[in-house]
């Protein structure tokens, strides 16, 4: 099937090939799709990526990165995977192995945290990700996928899940709502969707005394929309659009720093799919974000691929401090199996936070990438490195080498 659709690319590459080798500025949400942007979004997955940013400063960006050095006496650990996806392949017959490598270690920290990209709703038809998606994919998983992601009850699992991606309202309201109500049985906190307008915006959770807070928000929710009356339902903005209003996170900061958060994670999940670096808008709302809102780490997700990340040192604006952030622009496929090669290269944060000799919150992040890898059948996450040092004559990891290479520098 992929062969096929290369095939009917290919007139397309002939019109279009050099000048898409430069990623394009556009929204990628299906609601405002035209043809010509549908037909890129085909093309960059399945004929070619886009070689070169937007614009070639942004390469200058990833390229000259700040130093960021503290000493502080660590008190608590946060691992922050990408997005977690049900993929016809994740099933237990595939996934004998999955965590025996970094399950130790990711769910291993004092918090645990990822964006679960589906609907959970068990009174609906589950349905997977095939490997090539002809149409609009509605998802809803199930309990033993759900199972897989979560660990396969051999580590805690996580403490909270973002719930706000592209494809929150797959199952309607209803499918929503169920979601949520699963993760509260399994005692997991939900964050960037609510059943009722009264419930926060934002999720704390205290280690050692440390107060860390989530928020989460997404740039899309395809073709579907929250209830006309109840658009609080999803923490969905145009995040992927130049101006994006940020009063809704400037105020849901505020309030979860009013409540006692001395640290914050946001999860946005928005960007360009299939593509090495972000976009100009990224970087520019991400710098807004951290200097009108004082988040400390911003984590990506939606392009499917691992992006590039840094530290950012900036002034806040509403209190006129120095402050240091810590942004990746796409944790990428954590959990799933994309057809593209490149999708199998994904990454999770390790936050350390503590409290320096005058009793401020210090923290450093440890970025660990993690190659999915298919092996007579079954997926295994593999630390990057490892893999990349063992195994020389491979096109797929030659191919993921390139990305690799790129981000980490």
Known sequence: ??????????????????????????????RTYTFRTFLYFAYKYYYRSPELPIVDNIVDHFSNKPVHQVVFDPCCSISVGGDLMPYEMI???TTKFLWDKVGADFF????????????????????FVPEVMLSDMHFNTDETTFSIFNGTGRYKGYDVLSVANNHSMDMGEAGLDATL????????????AKQKQSDPDFVIK?????KIGFVAYTFSLNQLLPPEDKPWKVNYLP?????????????????????????????????NAYQVYPSMRSLDLVQQLFERCGIDVIAGGHP?????????HYTESRTGKPRTGFAIYSLADFIAYDIYTWCHLCAWLKITIGRDELGDIQFKVDVNPLIMRREQNQLKLYPAAELLNSVSNDSELKDIRI?????KD
């Open 1 to 30: 099937m992929c062969l096929v659709l290369k095939c009917l690319l290919f007139p397309v590459h002939l019109i279009y090939g050099k000048q898409w080798e430069r990623a394009l500025e556009f929204e990628e949400n299906p």
């Open 91 to 93: 099933k237990p017959g």
């Open 108 to 127: 291993g920290s004092d918090l645990v945290f990822a964006n679960l990209e589906t609907p959970l709703d068990v009174s609906q038809k589950s349905s």
């Open 181 to 192: 109500w699963y993760l509260n049985q399994q005692s997991i906190s939900a964050v960037g």
């Open 206 to 210: 205290e280690v050692n005394g440390i």
């Open 239 to 271: 995040l992927n659009l130049s101006h994006c209003p940020t009063d809704r996170i400037e105020e849901n900061v505020a309030g979860c720093r009013e409540a006692g958060a001395e640290f914050i994670i946001c999860s946005l999940h928005f960007g």
């Open 304 to 312: 499917h691929n691992l992006q590039p990340w840094r530290y950012y």
């Open 403 to 407: 990305l690799y290479d790129i981000c």
